[in-house]
């Protein structure tokens, strides 16, 4: 019997042979061998079950002080997505964070229970959040379930979180999620497998990164870039999560870069008591090993002494934060750049189809998009949204200024992938900084930073987004998706302030375990950019319009803080 099963008995479990009517709601549910055991459990619903853009995510201990926590959560993905929508087979894996065994023990009990026949596993548990997309679309199984809370802490006083993904290999939808959510609120019974699925069922156990790699032969053109690896120094950050392997076969094993310039790239069930968030204050470590410190600022005039650029992924290997000697790279101008260099990566051939971006995301890109002649598509904060418009246009770039950058090559952003694309476009002898001061001086630099203000009380954030609605000269986002005109409102409430060629966005997170969390987004443009401007920090030279923004909101009052947790 399953190790969590003696712990759930006291919802009364009846095996699957015990009364006509259990066996009949399991008929229903696709069948199984006369012989196989299945077990019915009695529950009732638990409430906050409602996945968030990433996914269901609460503290560690959520999960594993409540035994029935997570087999309520499974059976909802069984009776809101799995059950009718037809799905037979399941990528089951994760970041490898704490819990992630148990975890996956009962996923996956629960999943065989209700007609899943074919369950696909990453080898030793560990597969990215990319690598498993990559992997769905290869094997042509139904979706996936992934254990991971991508760039929170781990550890059982850090985060664990559950995300699913479709057939295609992108995160769920906003339908899917909200009928999981519906189910979870209307629970009785979970059924589960009463033996060990590793032992007694179809578990198919595979190479994490096999599928993934093949695709990244296909997005790059890897003899270039092993030439360019003996030229060119670099340092690759996994901070101890998902990235890490597939890094070292990339990087060291195919590329044959210096396998001393990979960094901890052995995933840890508490990512090494780090917090896995690739920034400048989480990433401090690559960061000062390029002369940069917690703002961005140069903290040395002797920038040939660096690597030519350096990367950060973070938990599940999906975001990554691009440097270069003296120079930290925005999430938004490594968007714009890789648009306009977009003709030196094999993915994209000649021409892109289109890019887009998160609202939140600067504008940098758009006016690559102008001068390219292609659209650039605006959507809401979460990678969901990208899925249907890689539908219609390829090839794809999109990203979010939340360090996530991608292509329609899979269904989720990439951040070993955002690597190599750097890789890409820097020319022999050309450093970060060149690359970023050619930019600007072409297309005009957007100032870009963001206020994070994390575990703030839901309701006081609730009171005052309501206040900034009320206020005149503010535009509240709405999107309606071109592909198949579903709706998400209330996605970020904009300030423009076209005078001085700026813009404040104000939006709720969906990404927290606990709490809340505020995003202040600010923007500057300089069309044509002297030196200093060229040199300029911006989370320093954006201070005055972050208090303008602040005192517009009246947040201190609201939220209690006058200076944000995280400045990115």
């Not at 802490?153 to 992108?170: A, Y």
């Amino acid at each position: 019997m399953l190790f969590f099963l003696g712990a759930a008995l006291a919802f009364q479990p009846r095996s699957s042979s015990s009364s006509s009517s259990s066996a009949s709601k399991w008929w229903c549910r696709g069948g199984a061998a006369e012989d196989d055991s299945i077990v019915i459990l009695e529950t009732s619903p638990i409430e906050g079950m409602r996945p968030g853009t990433s996914g269901l995510r609460k503290k560690t201990r959520v999960w594993v002080e409540d035994p029935t926590y997570t087999l309520n959560f499974a059976q909802s993905l069984m009776d809101g997505w799995c059950v009718p929508k037809g799905v037979r087979s399941l990528v089951i894996g994760g970041d490898g964070r704490e819990y992630s065994g148990e975890c996956f023990e009962i996923l996956a009990s629960v999943a065989a229970a209700n007609g899943v026949h074919r369950i696909v596993a990453p080898k030793g548990g560990v597969i990215s959040t990319p690598a498993a997309s990559a992997l769905v679309r290869r094997l042509g199984v139904d979706g996936a379930v992934l254990m991971t809370a991508s760039h929170n802490p781990g550890g059982l006083d850090g985060d664990f979180g559950i995300k699913f993904n479709d057939r295609d290999g992108s995160p769920a939808r906003e339908d899917l999620t909200e009928a999981v959510y519906a189910a979870s609120k209307t629970l009785k019974r979970i059924y589960i497998k009463r033996t060990n699925p590793l032992i007694n069922n179809n578990v198919e156990m595979v190479d994490a990164n096999d599928a993934y790699v093949a695709v990244l032969r296909e997005c790059f053109d890897f003899e270039f870039l092993r030439e360019k690896l003996r030229r060119a120094s670099f340092v690759f950050d996994a901070m101890h999560g998902a990235a890490g392997p597939a890094a070292r076969r990339v990087l060291a094993d195919e590329l044959q870069g210096d396998p001393s310039c990979l960094l901890r790239c052995d995933p840890r069930p508490d990512f090494g008591g780090g917090h896995p968030d690739p920034n400048l204050k989480w990433a401090a470590d690559l960061a000062s090993r390029f002369g940069l410190d917690s703002t961005g600022s140069s903290t040395s005039n002797f920038e040939d002494i660096f690597p030519v650029i350096g990367c950060a992924c973070d938990g599940d290997g999906d975001r990554n934060m691009i440097v270069g000697a003296g120079i930290f790279v925005t999430p938004s101008d490594s968007l714009a750049v890789l648009a306009a260099r977009a003709h030196k990566i094999r993915w994209f051939g000649r021409k892109l189809a289109a890019v887009a971006r998160s609202m939140p995301t600067s504008r940098a890109v758009d006016r690559v998009a102008a001068h390219l002649g292609i659209p650039c598509l605006e959507t809401p904060t979460g990678w969901k949204y990208f899925g249907n418009l890689m539908e219609r246009y390829s090839p794809f770039l999109c990203g979010e200024e939340s360090f996530g950058t991608g292509a329609d090559h899979v269904r989720e952003k990439d951040g070993l992938w955002a690597f190599l694309a750097w890789l890409s476009i820097l020319d022999d002898g050309e450093t970060v900084k060149d690359v970023m001061h050619s930019h600007w001086r072409q297309f005009g630099r957007d100032l870009y930073a963001r206020y994070d203000f994390e575990e703030v009380d839901a309701a006081s954030a609730a009171e005052m987004f309501d206040f900034l609605r009320s206020r005149d000269g503010v535009e509240e986002f709405d999107y309606t998706d071109p592909v198949d005109g579903s709706r998400a409102t209330r996605q970020g409430i904009i300030l423009d302030f076209p005078d001085t060629n700026e813009r404040a966005v104000f939006r709720l997170s969906g990404t927290g375990s606990a709490g809340a969390t505020v995003r202040l987004y600010l923007e500057r443009y300089v069309p044509n950019p002297a030196q200093k401007d060229l040199d300029a920090v911006p989370a320093i030279v954006l201070a005055d319009l972050a208090r303008t923004a602040m005192s517009f909101a009246r947040l201190p009052d609201f939220l209690g803080k006058s200076d944000p947790d995280v400045v990115t």
